[in-house]
């Protein structure tokens, strides 16, 4: 293969985690609920992009949950930064290159579904890639995508959600480059193609982990309505906020979660 991270900090692949966690958007108080052991920037690791979205921190955090390593990725790379689809998908690579078997995956989202209100959280069954691109663009990588969401973690979560009893919506998750957000006219048209939410993220990484053989989870933050469907102007600091209060109940499904998931 290529010589794609052949400097890597010592400590990100000696920690030994086999699942990792990448926060989206506002997602970043999931991080400040763990015992953190150590962070890694991401400008310190040669062939990573590094995100320029505020918001969005740039490292890995090193985290334990009952005694398991738990790697967490605190921000992402975008398409709409200017970053390719290989470059977005870096980290995804490197995750797999330092022994990572699992990553969830986790994004803001304005939703079109009226049943899943801003505010909640969705689970990902499925994805629209309508992007334009693809992180396997250049190799005849035919890979199946029929179950591109593990089974096997939605209905642990699916299990964790009920005991907690919070709300865990499960559909399809369409994601467009961005940056902008979608005209009304586009919201309708992604209804009628079967999504139930919109973002600018997750589909290319999972396409990258499943040709890497990785298992995935996805769940997005309704933080708002998509454009169109109720009155008011979308803006990037009502995502954040909303992201930011809806995270404590992502908290508490992945506290139940995550110990019967790492110790699988
Ligand atoms: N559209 C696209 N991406 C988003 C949205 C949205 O409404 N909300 C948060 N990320």
Known sequence: MSAEFSILPEALEAFGARTAIVLGSGLNSFADSLDIEAAIPYDAIPGLPASRVPGHAGAFALARVHGHPLLLARGRAHLYEGWNAREVTAGIRLLHRIGVH???????????????????WMMLTDHLNLTGTSP??????????????????????????TEARIPLH???????????????????????????????STVLETIQARALGLEVAAFSCLTNWAAGIAD???????????GQGAARMLIEIFDRALPRMIAA
């Open 102 to 120: 699992r990553v969830l995956l986790t994004n803001a989202a304005g939703t079109l579904n009226p049943a899943f209100p801003p505010g909640q």
């Open 136 to 161: 396997l663009l250049g190799v005849p990588n035919f890979i199946d995508l029929s179950d591109a969401y593990s089974a096997r973690l939605r209905e642990i979560f699916r299990q964790a959600a």
């Open 170 to 200: 499960e559909g399809v998750y369409a994601s467009l480059s961005g940056p902008q957000y979608e005209t009304p006219a586009e919201v309708r048209m992604l209804r009628t193609l079967g999504a139930d939410v919109v973002g600018m």
């Open 232 to 242: 008011g102007t979308l803006s990037h600091d009502a995502v954040m906020d909303t």
